[in-house]
Every structure is written in structure tokens, then in C-alpha cells.
């Protein structure tokens, strides 16, 4: 058997979820982006060895955030063995959980309920399975701690779309892009945010290059409807969409954009690159 494993276990690489320690903590959950799924603990991507195979990363990603210690062994080991249902039960697990944050997110930044309701909320729909004050407080500093790092990247955000004031021309300045889907909480406020930054950088776009040819105008759409192609994973695993009407909804935006700098262009050839 030694012989074996020493057979099979040359290809040993340092874990590159723990870095060796055999131990996740919060510097790592940091670099892996799952502050908000993960808590510290023994690392389950090395078993707590520090180390992998180096074939580990082809089957599951590292910041896969269903494979931790706390799942049992078995479905550890279908994982990790690039089984397909369990990648399948990964995938939506992580699309409930995103679904999970972007509600929490919508009840408190748009539905204007408090951190201690949106809690009791949520402790109110599991109330069959029991629950008691260390729950209670358990789910009351979750829901603190999503409502805190929603803000960071909110502000962050805002800053970003802000020097929407900056363009010169006036309408644009004070057009709302997106119309209506900030209200729908299918869609994730934050990608939202970063579907108009890209088609605010259009206007900018077409501010500093002073454009006034047709051509180079569907140059410059046709490059911000692929940043927002790019964005299809990222919608999806969040539990959203560009679908028909968000669709629609923007593909009015590039239309309004082109009319008010006085092109007469063809809307479907604005965003003729679009995957959505
Ligand atoms: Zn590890």
C-alpha cells in the first residue's frame, strides 16, 4: 500500500486553498473571495495535509464554496473526483447562496428593513427546525456582515459610475441608464452598477474622440456590448439574467446614447456583438 500511495502521491503540490497550512483563515477566504461563505477552519481541499495532488485543481476549482469540512466525507470525496452531480450540487449551491446575499442586499438597500427584521425574517422561514438566542445572534451578525460588505463595494461603485456628472453632454448627465431594473431584485445591484459604468464609458468614449462617424461610433458599441457579454457568467451565478426585457432595457440605452449625440444609427447594429 505504501508502495502505492508513494506511486500515486508523487505529483504532491503545496494546497493552494490553505498555502500549506492545512488551515483556512481569513486571509485566505480574502484572496478567494468566499468572505462571506467561508468561516476559519481546517482546510477540506487538503484534508488539513497542506498538501494536494496536482490533478486536484482540473477537477474543482480552489474557491469552490460548497467543498468544506463541513460537508460529509463522502460527497468530499465524489468532488474532489470531479464527479458530475456533486460539480452540479457545487454549482447550486453557490447559486443559492448568491441568490441568499443579493436578497438580504435587496431587503435592506431597497425594502429599507433593518438588520434585526431581515434576521428574524429569515429565522421565521427555518421555524420548524428550532432555533435559539445564539441562532438568533449567529444570523443577526451574518446579515450585518453582508449588509457592511455590500456597502464597501456599493460606495466603491458609486464612485466609479459617479463621473456619470462628469460628461458634457447635459441630458446624458442626468439620464437614468437601466430604467426599472434597479426595482427588480432579479437583478444584482452591483452588476447593474457595472452595466451602466461600461455604457457611461461609452459616452465618454464618444465625448474624447469627438465621433461623428457612423462606423467608428459601432466600433466603440460594439466593444461595450462585449464588457457586458463578459458579464453573463457573473450574472448567472448569481441567479440573474440578461433576459428579454433587460435586454430591451439596454439595448434602448445604446439607442438613446447614439440619438442624443446625433447619429442616426441602426439599433440592432449597435449592439450587433451581443450575446445576450
Ligand atoms: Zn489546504
Redesign the pocket.
Known amino acids: 500500500m505504501d508502495f502505492i500511495n508513494k506511486l500515486f502521491n508523487k505529483q504532491k503540490i503545496e ?1 493552494p ?2 498555502l500549506g497550512k ?1 488551515n483556512v483563515d481569513w486571509d485566505d477566504i480574502k484572496r478567494l473571495k468566499n468572505e462571506l461563505k467561508w468561516i476559519p477552519g481546517q ?1 477540506a ?2 484534508n488539513g495535509s ?1 498538501t494536494t495532488s496536482k490533478s486536484l485543481q482540473s477537477n474543482i476549482p480552489v474557491d469552490t464554496s460548497y467543498l468544506t469540512i463541513d460537508l460529509n466525507s463522502e460527497e468530499q470525496n465524489k468532488i474532489k473526483n470531479g464527479d458530475k452531480d456533486s460539480l452540479k450540487r457545487a454549482e447550486n449551491y453557490d447559486i443559492q447562496t448568491n441568490k441568499l446575499l443579493n436578497e438580504i442586499e435587496f431587503l435592506h438597500f431597497t425594502g429599507k428593513m433593518n438588520p434585526t427584521l431581515i434576521a428574524d425574517f429569515y429565522l421565521l422561514n427555518n421555524r420548524e427546525e428550532g432555533f435559539d438566542s445564539q441562532s438568533k445572534n449567529e444570523m443577526l451578525d451574518y446579515v450585518n456582515n453582508v449588509i457592511n460588505s455590500k456597502k464597501e463595494s456599493k460606495d466603491q461603485n458609486s464612485k466609479f459610475v459617479s463621473n456619470q456628472t462628469e460628461l458634457n453632454n447635459e441630458i446624458l448627465r442626468d439620464y437614468k441608464f437601466l430604467k426599472g431594473l434597479y426595482n427588480d431584485s432579479y437583478f444584482p445591484p452591483f452588476l447593474l452598477d457595472k452595466c451602466k459604468s461600461i455604457l457611461i464609458d461609452l459616452c465618454f468614449k464618444i465625448e474624447n474622440n469627438q465621433t461623428t462617424n457612423l462606423d467608428e461610433l459601432y466600433k466603440f458599441s460594439h466593444a461595450s456590448t462585449e464588457r457586458i457579454n463578459d458579464l453573463e457568467n457573473e450574472f448567472y451565478n448569481n441567479g440573474s439574467e440578461i433576459e428579454t426585457g433587460a435586454r430591451e432595457i439596454i439595448a434602448e440605452d445604446f439607442n438613446f446614447i447614439s440619438i442624443t449625440y446625433g447619429f442616426d444609427a441602426d439599433i440592432e447594429e449597435l449592439i450587433a456583438t451581443r450575446n445576450w
Open positions: 494546497c486553498r490553505c492545512g482546510c481541499y487538503c497542506g
